[in-house]
C-alpha cells in the first residue's frame, strides 16, 4: 500500500517482501529505533509496529517537520497495519481517466496551479468505471470511451477539519467527440489541454505524485 500524504510517500509492504537496501538513506530497526524528523531522503523501518505507524502519519500531516520524502515500513502483520492506516481517516472513493485521441495526444487538465487528470467522487451507488467517465465527460465536456484499468491511487488531504484518505481508480480512455470541450469552472478547472508526449512530460514537473505514478503505471502498461 502506497499513500501520498502532501509531497511524502508512506509505502506499507510485508516484512518477508525483499527491497535493495541501496535505495534508502537511512535503514532503521522497528525494534530499536523510532522515527526521527530529521531523517533525509528515503528511510526503510524493518519490524515496524503500529507505533512507528502513528508517528509517520502524524509527521507527515505537518508540512514544517521532517526531511524525509519517502517511507517503507515492513509489517509482520502487513492486513492490520493496513487497517489500522485506514482508520486515522475517513475514507472517500473517486475515479477518472487518463484520455488519449486518435492524434496521439494526451488530456489533462489545470486546476488549483497544478496540471491534474480528471476525477471525481463516486455517486452513491456508483461503480468506479461508471463514475470515471462520468466524471471525464463532466470536468472536460468530452464524450469518451471506456478503457482498462490502469492503476489505483491513494492519498490524503483536510477537508473542513477531517483527514481524509481517498481512494482513486484510474482508467485508461479514448475520445469520442472533443467538439465542445471546456473546462468544468465550477470544479477550479481552468484549462482543459490536449498534450503531446514532450508536453506531458513537461506539465508532470507542476503536479501532484499520485499523478506522476498514473502516468508511469500508464505508460507501463504502453510498453509491455
Not at 502532501?6 to 541501496?22: G, T
Not at 509482520?76 to 472517500?92: M, S
Amino acid at each position: 500500500m502506497k499513500v501520498f500524504i502532501n509531497d511524502r510517500v508512506i509505502r506499507l509492504i510485508d516484512r518477508d517482501k525483499e527491497v535493495s537496501h541501496r535505495s534508502y538513506q537511512h535503514r532503521l530497526d522497528g525494534k530499536k529505533e523510532h522515527l526521527s524528523p530529521e531523517l533525509e531522503g528515503n528511510v526503510l523501518i524493518k519490524n515496524a509496529d503500529l507505533v512507528h505507524l502513528a508517528q509517520s502519519i502524524e509527521i507527515s500531516r505537518r508540512k514544517d517537520q521532517g526531511n524525509w520524502k519517502a517511507l517503507t515500513m515492513q509489517f509482520k502483520d502487513l492486513e492490520r497495519a493496513k487497517t489500522f492506516f485506514k482508520e486515522q481517516f475517513n475514507i472517500v472513493e473517486a475515479a477518472g481517466g487518463l484520455v488519449t485521441n486518435g492524434k496521439d495526444q494526451k488530456l489533462m487538465i489545470f486546476r488549483l496551479g497544478k496540471w491534474d487528470l480528471p476525477k471525481g467522487k463516486l455517486d452513491k451507488g456508483e461503480k468506479p468505471a461508471a463514475a470515471g467517465l462520468r466524471e471525464v465527460e463532466e470536468e472536460c465536456n468530452i464524450k469518451a470511451k471506456l478503457g482498462d484499468k490502469i492503476c489505483h491511487t491513494w492519498h490524503t488531504y483536510v477537508y473542513k477539519g477531517k483527514n481524509v484518505l481517498k481512494k482513486t481508480y484510474w482508467y485508461e480512455m479514448t475520445c469520442l467527440s472533443d467538439k465542445h470541450m471546456r473546462p468544468q469552472i465550477e470544479e477550479d478547472i481552468h484549462e482543459v489541454r490536449w498534450m503531446s508526449d514532450y508536453e506531458v512530460q513537461a506539465a508532470l514537473s507542476n503536479t501532484f505524485p499520485s499523478i506522476k505514478l498514473v502516468w508511469k503505471k500508464f505508460l507501463k502498461k504502453q510498453w509491455a
